[in-house]
């Protein structure tokens, strides 16, 4: 695990010393080594960087940038089959002088071209010169699970691993993109393929890009889609056919993300998703497990006495840290430090701090992370199962009267729960459903809150595509969270919070392989008689007694309504301040005063929109000012 940035700079104003700035801005990425590399052409400057997290090879011959014949890689992540594909490489007439798998990637690439990504099981964000082709080769894993931003404007290509590494470029123009404000303000993140600044953007997960150097072209394509499997149709298969099937697929894809030249740990919560995983692989190991708990004496979820028990069934080596809701809140004012781009997912602080606490232990850890996406695990697939399905039932005359009732019916306690009510009764088809679900502030309050007025980027449940017209809608939400929530909040949230201490973070259930086939498996064997995850938590319960486990969803929470009203309220009197906001010409600060003091008298649901505009503007101070 590492951290990449570099260059292609036909304006020739970059150089080394460049290089090594852009690294150092990502040394909690990479803090075992750094690596340069430039290429001074006459028309242009390539540079490839690296700061290095040792886990597979720890030997000098693991360096990066790496060579081999007229290939160098930059590259960030684990390729977990690379000993697998170094014996096929090796039957073909390959030899090796390293054991890691960067090596294997770039022989890959050389034996089979771009065609090597499709043997690929791992998590990848990978650079790849080709001095003979002249061309630049950037690969993102399926999933999304290792970032990767890069820049084109005014003969400057920049890549990255964080925009950290962008900021450290003079040539880099920082100019705001408004819709992406409209988008984080709605979403709490900005969705790829796009960033916060102009002429910035992320690789799609499941995507490559090629800069054709001689050309002066970029060209990005999709070389994997999530939606292929769920178009496929369902499996003919038995629910105990399926079960064993979905064990051993687990198995194999667990037993990946161990491999590893230093020790391993894993995040165990409490729920389903770590349980399931803490037992598939304590079960084929006579060593005990490293498994890390946080816990919280005054926050309002704490899983961790639920995850000691689970801990104590399976036989691991249990490290549990109790945190004080004063450690909690000194992460808020460190959070810009850590996200170079506005976001609001304010589990992102408990995660830093299990993250830290795990590093004292080991070096990578497994986080259980896309089993709600996988298996239909979150409460608003409830909400589609239940009310969606009611909704599109009744008659739309029906549905319209509803809706003028609810919007008669006046008052400031709940207007925002009223407001989400009246557009689903006026539209209950699945898109907007799931729009409804995700967004937080209606058309209305966007108008009143941002002073320029602009359309948000479009989101993937905005596209129309009529071969989705055949899914269900369980399995359209459950698609959209895969393809937006779990890569652009989830990931963004674990890479940057692990990686900021130095941690590898792995995700086990985010194997392409369990993916593919668990989206052919029928709705009801995930959601079944209104039970969430249902085979998912069939298979846990062979390894965990049901009483272990069996109570409400929870996961990582603080208490964001009290901390607004009192232990942060300094931070509100800080960045709302009303000149400030005015001289930026982005928000209207009546509004946000006015929206401050209705939270304040209490209208429920405010505390999630002030902490957005909260959050933004604690970037702002860091990142612009």
């Not at 260059?7 to 690596?35: E, Q, T």
């Not at 929530?485 to 369990?514: F, N």
């Not at 009303?578 to 928000?587: A, G, H, P, R």
Request: proline letters at 4%; hydrophobic letters at 35%; charged letters at 25%.
């Amino acid at each position: 695990m590492c951290g990449i940035s570099g260059f292609i700079d036909f304006n020739k104003n970059s150089s080394v010393d460049l290089l090594r700035v852009m690294a150092n801005s990502l040394h909690h990425r990479g803090p075992d080594d750094h690596g340069y590399k430039l290429f001074s052409k006459p028309k242009m400057q390539i540079g490839l960087s690296h700061t290095r997290l040792s886990i597979i090879d720890l030997t000098d011959a693991g360096k990066q940038p790496m060579q081999y014949e007229d290939l160098w890689i930059t590259y960030n992540g684990e390729i977990y089959n690379f000993n697998e594909l170094k014996e096929e490489l090796r039957g073909l007439g390959h030899n090796f002088r390293s054991l890691s798998d960067t090596e294997v990637i770039l022989i890959a690439y050389k034996q089979w071209g771009l065609k090597c990504i499709e043997k690929l099981i791992g998590m990848f964000a990978i650079v790849i010169y080709d001095e003979t082709k002249n061309e630049l080769i950037c690969i993102r894993d399926r999933a999304g699970v290792k970032p990767f931003y890069y820049y084109w404007k005014d003969g400057l290509f920049l890549f990255g691993s964080e925009l950290k590494a962008f900021n450290c470029h003079p040539d880099f123009k920082k100019e705001i993109d408004q819709k992406a404000i409209v988008s984080y303000i709605q979403l709490g993140f900005v969705p790829a393929p796009y960033s916060i600044f102009k002429n910035c953007f992320k690789l799609k997960p499941g995507h490559y890009l090629i800069f054709k150097i001689d050309a002066c072209e970029v060209i990005t394509k999709k070389y994997w889609d999530v939606a292929d499997s769920y178009k496929k149709p369902k499996l003919k298969i038995s629910y105990e056919e399926a079960k064993s099937e979905t064990e051993k697929i687990l198995h194999s894809a667990f037993e990946y993300r161990m491999v590893s030249d230093v020790p391993i740990g894993v995040f165990l919560s409490g729920g389903y998703d770590s349980a399931c995983l803490t037992a598939v692989l304590q079960k084929s190991r006579s060593k005990p497990l490293n498994t890390f708990t946080i816990g919280f004496n005054d926050l309002k979820l704490n899983e961790a006495p639920y995850a000691k028990e689970i801990a104590k069934h399976l036989g691991t080596e249990h490290f549990e840290y109790t945190c004080s809701q004063k450690e909690a809140l000194e992460i808020i004012k460190e959070l810009p430090n850590y996200f170079d781009e506005p976001f609001a997912d304010s589990s992102s602080i408990p995660t830093l701090l299990v993250s830290k606490y795990a590093k004292q232990k080991v070096k990578v850890a497994l986080s259980a992370d896309g089993g709600d996406e996988l298996f239909a695990g979150y409460n608003r697939y409830d909400y589609l199962m239940n009310y969606g399905a009611l909704l599109q039932k009744t008659p739309e005359a029906l549905r319209k009267l509803a809706s003028l009732v609810v919007k008669n019916n006046k008052g400031d306690k709940h207007q925002n729960k009223r407001d989400k009510i009246k557009d689903l009764l006026n539209d209950p088809s699945t898109n907007n459903i799931t729009r409804n679900l995700n967004i937080l502030f209606t058309n209305q309050e966007l108008n009143n809150l941002l002073v320029n007025k602009c359309e948000p980027l479009q989101m993937e449940y905005d596209q129309k595509d009529s071969n989705l017209e055949s899914l269900s809608p369980l399995s359209f939400m459950m698609l959209m969270d895969y393809k937006t929530y779990l890569s652009d909040d989830i990931l963004q949230k674990v890479d940057r919070c692990s990686m900021s201490q130095s941690l590898e973070s792995r995700e086990p259930y985010l194997d392409h392989r369990i993916i593919e086939f668990v989206s052919q498996l029928p709705d009801e064997f995930k959601y079944h008689s209104g039970v969430k995850k249902y085979i998912l938590k069939e298979i846990t319960h062979q390894y965990v007694p049901k009483k272990l486990l069996d109570r409400p969803k929870m996961g990582f929470s603080i208490p964001l309504d009290s901390w607004l009203r009192n232990e942060i309220l300094n931070l509100i009197e800080y960045y709302f301040n009303e000149n400030n906001m005015k001289s930026q010409l982005i928000f209207n600060p009546q509004y946000i005063k006015s929206l401050y003091s209705s939270f304040k008298n209490g209208n429920k649901g405010l505390e999630q929109k002030i902490w957005r505009i909260l959050v933004f503007q604690m970037w702002y101070k860091k990142w612009m000012n």
